[in-house]
Structures are given as structure tokens and as C-alpha cells.
């Protein structure tokens, strides 16, 4: 079964993923820090902007997949997938050392939690038949 509304949003997420790895690894040179942070703020930044769309990624993905296998409908899909892409994206710009409070980083977390409650709810109606 081709699972084709959730590549849809896979593969912008793949660039996301690779443009925050670029920005890790990329600088670690210049920090000269193969593992770890060294205690660099900058560099921890970047891990954490990562390190954040990794813990999320693949959990919404697998949502996504388990859902739309099923027959989920697809405005379920698109409106999830939609969310995160967009908190995804977001996530990022909002990610500051000195300002935990930033509008974007709420968007991008509140987004992806979204996501995953319309899933978790889509995956529910599916396995009690509602």
C-alpha cells in the first residue's frame, strides 16, 4: 500500500532534517569539538534544534503511517502533516539562547503536539470503530 499523503510531508522534512544537521556538523570544526557541546552555547544551540526535530520526527511520522495504512482519512492526514511541517520549520527560528519564551519555538512545539493528538485521535476512531 503506497503511503503517499505521508511522503508528501516526509520528504520537506527530510531537507529540514539535513539543513539542522548541516548546521551541527558543519560547525563543530570551528569549535574544534568532535563530540558534545564543549560547553559552547552556539554549538549546544544548534544540537538542540536537531536534537528537538529528531525527538519528534519520526514519533508524528510513525503516526502518519500507522494511520493512513489504516485508512485514515485524508484531511486527518494532511491537517497532521500539515502541523508538523509547519511546527517543524518554525521550531528552529524560535530555538534562542536568551529567550525561552519566543513565539516561534511555542508554534513549533504546539504545533507537533497537535499533530499527534489529531493522530492519536484519528488512530483511536479507527481501532473502537467511532
Known amino acids: 500500500m503506497p503511503l503517499t499523503i505521508t511522503t508528501l510531508y516526509a520528504l520537506p522534512l527530510v531537507l529540514v532534517w539535513f539543513l539542522l544537521w548541516t548546521g551541527v556538523t558543519s560547525s563543530r ?3 574544534h569539538q568532535s563530540i558534545g557541546d564543549g560547553g559552547r552555547p552556539e554549538l549546544l544551540l544548534k ?10 520526527v519520526p514519533f508524528v511520522l510513525l503516526l502518519m503511517i500507522l494511520a493512513e495504512a489504516q485508512g485514515a482519512s485524508a484531511r486527518w492526514l494532511h491537517a497532521a502533516g500539515a502541523l ?3 511546527g517543524r520549520v518554525a521550531h528552529p527560528f524560535g530555538l534562542k539562547i536568551d529567550n525561552g519564551n519566543h513565539p516561534l519555538r511555542y508554534v513549533g512545539n504546539g504545533t507537533n503536539l497537535l499533530a499527534a493528538g489529531i493522530l492519536f485521535v484519528a488512530l483511536a476512531r479507527i481501532a473502537t470503530g467511532f
Open 29 to 31: 570544526p570551528g569549535f
Open 47 to 56: 544540537i538542540r534544534r536537531h536534537g528537538n526535530f529528531i525527538e519528534w
Open 84 to 86: 508538523l511541517l509547519v
